[in-house]
């Protein structure tokens, strides 16, 4: 199956807040741990990845600092706030509901949704 | 690497305005290239080139971001900045001629109340380099920081001097204060290395601050006939030989590390 980055089009700030509830991160290695949970199904560019960054930070769910980085680089941290937990727990609930419906219509079930 | 990649993202970014937004986006993107070349040679890619071209394509399409910048009206967040900053200033200053007004009226003290205005322009100037430093250090920086608390430190020594000279009219004793400034600033930088984890900038400040302060001790005391000159210069001469302990201290621990 060819790699794909549609599966996440409109998750990618969840995936993003959920990673930050694990630890403080970086963009560097928030992607690199999207694409290797992908099991080689799922590609992120950097750049969509840095666009939420942007977009997130200026919607108050992340906080930033500096770190040491490699070779005389900077990392820069992102931090989730508590606006950005907050927005998580929705998501997540909406997720859930979500994926029951979607598994209903894509692969059929007597159960009730 | 580095540079071939700092090279390239100032090519990228050139003629976008030079805002806290855009600078930290290339640092940022600097961070990633650096980190993907480093996984790159670590896994026996060898070839420079061939690194910095997969790096380069790794960021593939943060010229949209670049775009978005470009177009951005010159940021109005930094004028709703300032015009909070105004604002601010603005009811500050009422509150300290309010305050001055008032201790005025009742004491009827008007030859040093003035002074209310001046030492309150002082703390604000304080607060605001401070909180600018404060900022500084979080976000990695330290030249900006370290000129911002100096720069406190001198203000807070100048509004002592003024304040005690002024209140207590001892001119003749109190310069003295400004004597000390030397002292504070250093202290000052002792205190930010040990926040930042610098260990040879904390050793390099305690070993420059011990004597000085010594000496200023030594001889704003003397100065004051709170001592006499003899034998209390043995204060810095005892500077001298703490200094050479941290030195011993430090030497020691470094070749212990290696």
């Keep these: 199956m060819a790699q794909n980055s549609d599966f996440l089009r409109g998750h990618t700030e969840t995936i993003i807040l959920r990673l930050l ?18 099991q080689g199904l799922v590609d992120i560019k950097d750049a969509t990845i840095y666009t939420a960054f942007r977009r997130m930070e200026n919607d108050g769910l992340l906080a ?18 508590e606006k950005g937990r907050r927005l998580y727990a929705e998501k997540k609930e909406e997720w859930t509901k ?11 079930s007597d159960k009730n949704v | 690497m580095f540079k071939r990649f700092s090279e390239y ?39 420079d080139n061939s690194v910095f071209n997969k790096c380069i394509s790794s960021i593939n399409g943060f010229q949209d971001t670049l775009k978005v910048m470009r177009s951005k009206p010159i940021i109005k967040k930094e004028v709703a900045k300032a015009a909070k900053t105004v604002m601010y200033f603005s009811v500050y200053m009422l509150v300290l001629v ?19 205005i001046v030492e309150g322009c002082f703390v604000g100037l304080i607060i605001l380099q401070m909180l600018s430093a404060a900022k500084g250090l979080a976000s990695g920086k330290i030249i900006l920081p370290r000129l911002a608390l100096f720069s406190s430190v001198s203000l807070a020594t100048l509004g002592m001097f003024l304040g005690v000279s002024f209140l207590m009219g001892i001119w003749a004793k109190s310069w003295i204060i400004m004597l000390f400034l030397p002292v504070f600033i ?11 984890h610098k260990k040879n900038e904390l050793f390099a400040s305690t070993v420059v601050f011990v004597p000085i302060a010594a000496a200023m001790v030594y001889v704003s005391l003397g100065y004051l006939r709170v001592l006499s000159w003899h034998p209390y210069w043995l204060i810095v001469l005892c500077a001298v030989i703490v200094d050479a302990v941290i030195v011993t201290f430090f030497i020691n621990a470094k070749l212990n590390k290696k």
Excluded: H, Q
């Design chain 1, 21 to 38: 509830t694990e630890k403080d991160s970086y963009g560097y290695e928030i992607s690199k741990n999207i694409v290797d949970s992908g």
């Design chain 1, 64 to 81: 930033t600092y500096w770190g040491d980085g490699v070779g005389g680089a900077r990392r820069r941290y992102y931090a989730i706030t």
């Design chain 1, 98 to 108: 979500l994926k029951s419906i979607l598994d209903y219509l894509i692969i059929g």
């Design chain 2, 9 to 47: 993202l100032s090519k990228e970014f050139r003629g976008l305005p030079n805002s806290a937004e855009v600078t930290d986006f290339r640092e940022e993107l600097l961070g990633s290239l650096m980190e993907k070349s480093e996984e790159l040679k670590a896994a026996g890619d060898t070839d």
């Design chain 2, 98 to 116: 309010g305050v001055f007004l008032a201790v005025s009226f009742v004491t009827g003290n008007w030859g040093k109340s003035w002074l209310i």
């Design chain 2, 186 to 196: 250093l202290l000052t930088d002792i205190i930010i290395a040990a926040v930042t």
